[in-house]
C-alpha cells in the first residue's frame, strides 16, 4: 500500500513540546527541509506500491530524509539510524513533529526501501536539489547549459581479490551450505584449505614463490574435491540442486579460472564487480563499476553541483556514454546543453547535434577566449569526484547488485549537493546575522532624526 500521508490537522500534546518550538528554526537543516518538494517525491515513490494490498508503506519522507542524512554524513544504514534517534535536528528533518525515543522501523527497511524505489525514481530527488540551488542563488540556471564530464570508478567493498582468497571463499561457503542442507561429506577441507591459503600468501612474493604455487594447487584440487562430491550428491534431489545452484556455479568459476582470462570473477558475493585499469601509480587497477558524472562548469557561488550520475555496467570506452549523460543532465535540469567539456578519454565519441559543442582537452586552435577559460576549468570535476569519495560514500560500496551500484551513485550526488547547500545556507545565515545590527542601527538613526526637535526660530522685532 502507499505510503500514509503525514496528518496537518493532528493535535498537540500537553505533556510534550514540538520539535519546531525548541529547535533553532534558522538551522541549515531545517532551511533544507523546508525547501525539498516532499509532495512530488512522495508521488515518484508511490508509484513503487500498489494501492489497496498489505500495510501502509513507511513515510516518503522519512525514508528519503534518512538516506540524504547518511551520505550527506557519510554514515551507514546503522550508524544513521542511531544518529536519528539522539539528535532532534535529524527527526525535524525527517518530518517529525515530536522527538521519538526509538526508531519507528527495523534498519533493514532501507534496503527493502531502496530496492523497492529504485535509482529512476530517486532522480527526482536529484532534480530537487538543483532546483532549490537555482532558486536560492547557489548556482545560476544558465550554468547548467555549460558541463564538464569525466568517469570514475565506484569501488566495490570487497577484499582484494586473489587466487587463493577466493578459492578459499568458495570452500568455506560450499562446506557452510553442505551443512545447512544435511549434506554429508567426505571432508570439508576447511582446515587444510585454510593453511594452503596462509602458506601461498607467505611464500608468493618472497623467495619461496615455487612454493607458494605449489600450495596454490593444492588449494585448487581441494576446491575441485569438493564441487565434485557436492555435484555427485546432490544430483537427483532438485530442491538440494536448486538451493546449491548459485553455489556451484560461482565456484566452478572461481576453479576454473586463470591469470589470463578476461571474465574473471573477483568477489564470491558480487560477481557484478568489474577491474577496471586506471592507470594510477598507487593503484593500478580499481575494482568496482565504471561511474560518469557531470557537474557545473563555471564557477558558481555555492560551489560545484553534481547534474547528474549514471553507472555503466561493462566498463564501455568513455565516448558511448557521453550521449545517454547528455540526455540525464537535460532531462535532470530542464535545460539543454550547448558545451560539455571533457578529456581525451572520450574521443571518437561521434555525438552530434543541433546547438551541442563537445570541447576536448587539449585541443588546439581554439579561438574563443571563453571557451578557453572554461576549458581550464575543466579539472575542477577532480575535487568534487574526490569530496564524493572521501565526504560520501562513493568510495567502497556496500549495496548489493547493479541496482544497488545505481541507487548508491544517485544518493551520492544527492549527498554531495545537499552538503553543497547546507554550506550556502550557513554562509547566509551568517551574512544575515553580521548585517541584521547595522541595520537596525540605521532605522533607529532614521527614527531618531524624524523624532527630533526641530530647533525654534527667533523672531527679531524691529
Request: hydrophobic share 40%; aromatic share 6%; proline share 5%.
Amino acid at each position: 500500500m502507499r505510503p500514509a500521508k503525514p496528518d496537518a490537522a493532528a493535535q498537540s500534546d500537553m505533556f510534550r513540546e514540538t520539535l519546531e518550538a525548541i529547535l533553532d528554526p534558522r538551522h541549515e537543516l531545517l532551511e533544507l527541509g523546508r525547501r525539498i518538494d516532499w509532495t512530488k517525491l512522495d508521488a515518484a515513490c508511490g508509484e513503487a506500491f500498489v494501492e489497496q494490498a498489505g500495510r501502509p508503506g513507511l513515510p516518503t519522507r522519512l525514508m528519503a530524509g534518512l538516506h540524504i542524512l547518511k551520505h550527506v554524513k557519510g554514515l551507514s544504514d546503522e550508524a544513521v539510524c542511531a544518529a536519528w534517534v539522539e539528535t532532534p535536528y535529524f527527526q525535524a528533518f525527517c518530518g517529525e513533529r515530536f522527538f521519538q525515543h526509538r526508531l519507528p522501523f527495523d534498519r533493514s527497511s532501507m534496503t527493502r526501501w531502496r530496492q523497492r524505489i529504485g535509482a529512476e525514481r530517486l532522480e527526482t530527488l536529484l532534480a530537487d536539489t538543483l532546483a532549490i540551488a537555482c532558486d536560492s542563488g547557489a548556482v545560476k540556471p544558465q550554468a547548467m547549459e555549460r558541463v564538464t564530464i569525466d568517469t570514475t570508478v565506484q569501488t566495490k567493498a570487497i577484499a582484494y581479490p586473489t587466487d587463493g582468497h577466493l578459492m578459499l571463499r568458495a570452500v568455506e561457503r560450499l562446506a557452510a551450505l553442505a551443512r545447512k542442507q544435511g549434506v554429508v561429506l567426505r571432508q570439508s577441507y576447511a582446515r587444510v584449505a585454510r593453511h594452503a591459503r596462509r602458506e601461498a600468501a607467505r611464500l608468493l612474493h618472497g623467495r619461496g614463490h615455487k612454493q607458494g604455487m605449489r600450495h596454490l594447487r593444492r588449494l585448487r584440487t581441494f576446491l575441485g574435491r569438493l564441487i565434485r562430491d557436492i555435484a555427485r550428491k546432490v544430483e537427483n534431489d532438485p530442491d538440494r540442486e536448486a538451493a546449491f545452484a548459485q553455489t556451484l556455479e560461482r565456484a566452478r568459476r572461481i576453479h576454473g579460472q586463470r591469470p589470463g582470462d578476461a571474465d574473471k570473477l573477483y568477489a564470491f558475493h558480487a560477481p557484478e564487480v568489474e577491474c577496471i585499469a586506471r592507470g594510477k601509480a598507487r593503484a593500478r587497477y580499481e575494482f568496482g563499476v565504471k561511474t560518469s558524472v557531470a557537474v557545473t562548469n563555471a564557477r558558481q557561488p555555492g560551489g560545484q553541483f553534481v547534474l547528474g550520475a549514471r553507472t555503466l555496467p561493462g566498463a564501455p570506452y568513455d565516448g558511448r556514454s557521453l550521449a545517454a549523460q547528455i540526455d540525464q543532465v537535460a532531462r535532470l535540469t530542464g535545460r539543454t546543453v550547448q558545451r560539455a567539456y571533457v578529456d581525451r578519454g572520450y574521443r571518437g565519441h561521434g555525438v552530434v547535434r543541433e546547438g551541442l559543442q563537445v570541447v576536448l582537452s587539449h585541443t588546439r586552435g581554439i579561438l574563443s577566449p571563453t571557451i578557453c577559460r572554461e576549458m581550464r576549468r575543466r579539472n575542477a570535476i577532480e575535487p568534487v569526484l574526490g569530496h564524493m569519495k572521501t565526504d560520501g560514500l562513493l568510495e567502497r560500496n556496500h549495496l548489493n547488485g547493479p541496482e544497488g551500484d545505481a541507487v548508491n551513485a544517485i544518493l551520492c550526488a544527492v549527498g554531495h549537493n545537499c552538503r553543497l547547500m547546507l554550506a550556502w545556507f550557513r554562509r547566509l545565515l551568517a551574512r544575515l546575522a553580521n548585517t541584521a545590527p547595522s541595520i537596525v542601527a540605521e532605522f533607529l538613526r532614521a527614527i531618531a532624526a524624524i523624532i527630533q526637535p526641530r530647533p525654534t526660530r527667533q523672531i527679531m522685532v524691529a
